[in-house]
C-alpha cells in the first residue's frame, strides 16, 4: 500500500506560480513511477507530468516549459513547480504512485497506468 496527501494548492493571479507537493508513504521503494494529472471544471482528468525512479521527466505539451516535476528521496515527497500559470491551468490536480515500472525509458501518461492515488488539491487561476 502507498498513502499520497497532496498539498500546495490556492489561488493564485495569472502569470503567478504555486508548487505543488506530494508526500508518499508506504510502500514507496523499488522501480516506480509518480505522476500529476488534473481535471478542470466540466472537463475529463489530464496527464500533467511524470517522473520514475530513475529522475527521468515526461509533461503535456501543455504544460511543457511552464512546469518542473520533482522529488526529494529522502522526503519520499514530489514537487510540481507551476509557473507562468493560466486561467485554463485551474483544476484539481492529483498526484499518482505506479509500481513496479518495468523500464526506465517507459513513461506512463495514462491515469489507468497508476496504482494509488492523492485526495487532491485545488488550484485556481485568475484572470
Known amino acids: 500500500q502507498v498513502q499520497l496527501v497532496e498539498s500546495g494548492g490556492g489561488l493564485v493571479q495569472a502569470g503567478g506560480s504555486l508548487r505543488l507537493s506530494c508526500a508518499a508513504s508506504g510502500r514507496t521503494f523499488g522501480n516506480y513511477a509518480m505522476g500529476w494529472f488534473r481535471q478542470g471544471p466540466g472537463k475529463e482528468r489530464e496527464f500533467v507530468a511524470t517522473i520514475n525512479w530513475s529522475e527521468r521527466t515526461f509533461y503535456a505539451d501543455s504544460v511543457k516549459g511552464r512546469f518542473t516535476i520533482s522529488r526529494d528521496n529522502a522526503k519520499n515527497t514530489v514537487y510540481l513547480q507551476m509557473n507562468i500559470l493560466k486561467p485554463e491551468d485551474t483544476a484539481v490536480y492529483y498526484c499518482?504512485?505506479?509500481?513496479?515500472?518495468?523500464?526506465?525509458?517507459?513513461?506512463?501518461?495514462?491515469?489507468?497506468?497508476?496504482?494509488?492515488w492523492g485526495q487532491g488539491t485545488q488550484v485556481t487561476v485568475s484572470s
Open positions: 499518482a504512485f505506479k509500481i513496479n515500472v518495468p523500464n526506465r525509458f517507459i513513461y506512463y501518461s495514462g491515469g489507468g497506468s497508476y496504482d494509488y
